[in-house]
């Protein structure tokens, strides 16, 4: 039977299980949007910026482990909106992002808005899907889908000419494609389970791909700790996802994310084995590509990641694993530990102990505002086992990951490509997916004028996160690295912000707005945020620009 492309779509996206998408309204989808609020089956989310819709897409693909869908328009929309689809390939976060287009018979003539977007799009895409026939519709969104979620995750494009919306097509429904979930060879396991055996100090990374994992099969999270216990083995979750082991268990070895504190990372570097489970490995989690080292790493190295070309493309491993992290990990527990697993309890014990040290909620007061310490340690006070947490780009974050000690039961959402306006997007898009659940989003006086917009987004659809704004008055991760590279030279004035009133800026939106400019303060005001139920809350925290992180502290003579 005859239908429009429009309508194929719609059905297309719907047999991928997508009941939520978001976008900024373009002319040259309008055919497309029209359908989906006539159709009612997929809730449109409006946004107030193109990299905004991007961002609640990462995000829904994060906390669905399926792709979080973005639609926008050709030209100024999609170059808007790239940041997220950067954000999303780093990430390894699948991610559909639909875009109009001219009209057909415009191509190559420079039309309004027209862009090359095969060409355009090279480096932040797994794949462009061009779609120039009718009867190409319904198979593009299958391909995007199968890509985007399969191997190593990641944003695909499809691109969509305004004309062909209203075209009738006969061409039936293409469902969606089984994803592969390769499982683990007996010969890889048996050097595997050998090497772990007889390491005394072995270090186990865990990273995203376990997490995607921890999403279909909430097991995942039970088998990593039997894990952890019956092998003895340290468990250090990697960059951005620091809810993938306890934080007190016993067996937890430290956060691996930016800049690992010295004292953790020198006892690390003892160690005689690194298992990558789950993580794609990066500069980041590698602190600049020293541990382990590339491309060949200083001690033996196994990457487990479901995907054969990412192992080796960097790093020489010893041994890889290019299946699912939770296979590997069952598969060991099946086997059964060693007997003598337990020769590893001090090398364990050494490094928790290290890290409960870090964790130790200690702070010092600062001439120039409340220390951001203070704070992340009130708002730990109110945070639910099932809260979810964003952060933004910027120092302030280093704060939230010193001081609060996730748990399984939590979500950790950010940008892992460190973009800065993404936390506020994406605790819109976890409050909306969420619905009654704390949604917390830490943000910088910086960030929160780039994409904090979106508050807008949040009460117009009724959902409810705190944002807790950092206002130190300057780029504060820039100013750092300014000082450390150039100490004898100013940097403030390069760095240096006027912001307004960031709680009566929320007021302005219909949200909730409180001020904390003291520590005497902060009980009441982190009290009240939490006390808000009906609406978005706005905590404007005057901050210190002297501790500029949660492990640097300047001379006041320096930055007042």
Known sequence: MSQSVARLLAESLEAHEVDQVYCVPGESYVGL???L???????????????????????????RDRAGVAIVSRGPGLSNAMVALHSAYHD???????????????????????????RLLSDVTKLVVEVNEPEQASEAIARAFHVAESGTPGPVAVILPEDIFDEETESELDPARPRPIAGPRAEDLDRLADMLARAERPLVLVGGAMLADAVHDQGAFADLNRLAQEWVLPISPTHRRPQLFDATHPNFGGYMGIRVPPALLGEMKRADLMVALGERMTDTVSQSYSFPKAPVPQLPFVHVWPDADEIGRVWRSELGLPCSPHEVVKALLRRGAPADAGKRGGWVEGLHAIHRKLLAKEWEPTPDGVN?????????????????????????????????????????????????GSGMPMAVAAALRRPGKQVVAFIGDGGTLMMGN????ACQYGANPIMIISDNRMYGTIGMHSYVRYPQRPFMEGTRLTNPDFAAWGRSFGAEGITIASEAEMGDGIARAFAVKTRPVVVHCLTSAVQMSAWRRLDPAVVL
């Open 33 to 35: 949007t029209s359908v």
């Open 37 to 63: 609020i006539e159709r009612n089956s997929i809730r449109l989310i409006v946004c107030r910026h193109e990299a905004g819709a991007g961002y609640m897409a990462v995000a829904d693909g994060r906390l």
């Open 92 to 118: 390894a976060t699948p991610m559909v992002m639909l875009v109009g287009q001219v009209e057909r018979k415009d191509f190559g003539r420079l039309a309004l808005q027209e862009q090359n977007y095969s």
């Open 372 to 420: 951001f310490a203070a704070i992340v340690c009130e708002v730990d006070k109110h945070l639910a086992p099932d809260a979810t947490v964003t952060t933004d780009a910027g120092n302030f974050g280093s704060f939230v990951h010193r001081y609060i000690g996730f748990r399984q039961s939590q979500i950790f959402l950010s940008s892992v490509v460190g973009a800065m």
């Open 454 to 457: 979106e508050i807008a987004t």
